[in-house]
């Protein structure tokens, strides 16, 4: 079984949801506290240890590429100024040389399209796709834990109530196994009152590389998108499928109470923050 070294990241879409912050400023450019999105997905994920990034990028993206590169002109003024701490602090986000790629999506023809642009860095091995949208600390080392116990394509999932369920893509529960399962099918946004669970597909998977031949030929589905979803149900015919129930919460950041809810979250955990920042907060609430 294949080590999970590699992680691809569809950073090309548009941000309507954001408009107009979005746009000149790439939506996972937008900060969560002092860190932009994307950066807290690329933190999450080298923590569990994934060492190459590949990013799937559109036009007027290129600042995201900016942003895992050395900034000489800031780093010489940080030093000259003797701000140590900021420097390295930049320092130690960045990724290694050569441990980033980046591909371009030249139209936006759906997340399986994105996913399938990466084709020729990731190669015949196993990977992780990380929505930049959806933040969920710990997530992937939960998934590495489930890819070593069972192998196969991972989906991470998580609970909603029932009538919310039409609003994402939901798997069926066949055998369990603790916090895994595996599945015995996957629908996309079903009508209301038919979803086989109320597990929703949360936006991180571990896929097996024969997704890309699955892509390759693909026809568009919702939105007259290539969506990643169908091709994983063809996949599923062929090679097993597990859930992950993930334990942590996840923010759309995409969505605008996500975002909101994320920069208090996370501004909580800070322990430069969580008490000044909860004492106006509460004085705010107070009115």
């Not at 936006?108 to 796709?129: Q, S, T």
């Not at 809810?261 to 907060?281: C, G, S």
Request: glycine letters at 10%.
């Amino acid at each position: 079984m294949k080590r999970i070294r590699k992680a691809v990241l569809p950073v090309a879409g548009l941000g309507t949801r954001f408009l107009p912050a979005t746009k000149a400023v790439p939506k996972e450019m937008l900060t969560v506290v002092d860190r932009p999105v994307v950066q807290h997905v690329v933190d999450d994920a080298r923590a569990a240890g994934i060492e190459h990034f590949v990013f799937v990028t559109g036009r007027g993206k290129a600042i995201i590429e900016d942003h895992f590169d050395i900034a000489y002109e800031l780093d010489r003024t940080l030093q000259e100024r003797g701000k140590v701490k900021e420097f390295e602090a930049l320092a130690s986000d960045l990724p290694k040389a050569g441990q980033t790629s980046f591909t371009r999506q030249q139209a936006p023809l759906g997340l399986g399209h994105a996913v399938w642009c990466a084709r020729e860095i990731v190669g015949d091995e196993p990977f992780a796709v990380l929505l930049p949208d959806m933040l969920s600390p710990g997530a992937v080392a939960q998934m590495l834990a489930a890819y070593e116990k069972h192998g196969g394509n991972i989906i991470a999932v998580e609970e909603v109530p029932e009538d919310q369920t039409h609003q994402y893509g939901i798997v069926a529960v066949g055998e369990t196994f603790g916090d895994t399962f595996e599945i015995t099918g996957m629908v996309e946004k079903p009508p209301k009152g038919t979803a086989p669970s109320n597990l929703i597909i949360s936006g991180r998977y571990i896929l097996q590389p024969e997704i890309f031949d699955v892509l390759s030929d693909q026809e568009k589905g919702a939105g007259g998108e290539i969506q990643l979803t169908d091709a994983m149900k063809r996949l599923s015919q062929a090679q097993k499928f597990f859930g992950m129930t993930y334990r942590g919460k996840t923010y759309d950041t995409g969505s605008k109470l996500g975002f909101l809810m994320a920069n208090v979250a996370y501004a909580l955990e800070r322990d430069d923050l969580a008490e000044p920042f909860r004492r106006e907060l509460e004085a705010l609430l107070k009115g």
